[in-house]
């Protein structure tokens, strides 16, 4: 699936099953609850916190995916071409950081 198709998929679940994109200050907090679930478990199986019982059935993969969700309902509310972005995103730093990181010697 391309970024973009995930943009039409996603658009079309709201239409049809999610009935209306929910505004956009509510999904950027959703948004920011999604991210915190991403980093609380992170920080169980990564960092130094442990699992409790209640969080033992925890899906990485899963949390991520409803942040990305929420990131592509956000793009199609604002008419952000989610590829278009990457595209630039990714010219810019390739410009900005083309011998940053390699300079880095904490990188090493």
Not at 31 to 39: D, T
Not at 49 to 66: G, T
Not at 81 to 102: F, M
């Amino acid at each position: 699936m391309t970024i973009q198709q995930a943009q039409k998929i996603v658009d079309e679940w709201i239409k049809t099953t999610g009935v209306r994109y929910f505004n956009e200050l509510t999904n950027t907090a959703i948004l920011m609850e999604e991210v915190g679930e991403v980093a609380r478990i992170m920080a169980r199986k990564y960092g130094e916190q442990s699992f409790k019982q209640s969080d033992e059935a925890v899906n990485l993969a899963d949390e991520m995916a409803d942040v990305l969700f929420v990131l592509i309902c956000l793009a199609n509310q604002t008419g952000i071409d989610l590829t278009d972005a990457l595209e630039k995103n990714l010219e810019k730093k390739s410009i900005r950081d083309a011998t940053r990181h390699q300079n880095n010697k904490k990188l090493r």
